[in-house]
């Protein structure tokens, strides 16, 4: 396989995760968000009194809600960059 090839096919796969990535960090999101909800609906079906709903939500879904957002940041920032580089650097050969 000559170089250009072999560049040729890194980046592609490059370009895969990359994508992968994106819509790892979407699902993510979206786990965030569907945590909140569904304990909300708990709570709105009476299935946990408002003591421990604020309670819950404090000590729990905040601080991995969090978490998440933190990953998700990372990645963002820090993979997707990383990532974006490599592929530049293998589209300038």
């Given at each position: 396989?000559?170089?250009?090839?072999?560049?040729a096919?890194?980046?592609?796969?490059?370009?895969?995760?990359?994508?992968?990535?994106?819509?790892?960090?979407?699902?993510?999101?979206?786990?965030?968000?569907?945590?909140e909800?569904?304990?909300?609906?708990?709570?709105?079906?009476?299935?946990?009194?408002?003591?421990?709903?604020?309670?819950?939500?404090?000590?729990?879904?905040?601080?991995?809600?969090?978490?998440?957002?933190?990953?998700?940041?990372?990645?963002?920032?820090?993979?997707?960059?990383?990532?974006?580089?490599?592929?530049?650097?293998?589209?300038?050969?």
């Amino acid at each position: 396989m000559s170089k250009q090839t072999s560049f040729a096919y890194q980046k592609q796969l490059l370009e895969e995760f990359k994508h992968y990535l994106l819509s790892f960090n979407d699902e993510l999101n979206n786990i965030v968000s569907q945590y909140e909800n569904q304990l909300h609906n708990f709570y709105e079906q009476e299935g946990m009194m408002e003591e421990v709903y604020e309670e819950y939500k404090e000590i729990y879904l905040n601080p991995t809600q969090q978490k998440i957002r933190e990953l998700t940041s990372r990645i963002e920032s820090e993979d997707l960059a990383f990532i974006d580089k490599e592929i530049d650097f293998l589209s300038s050969r």
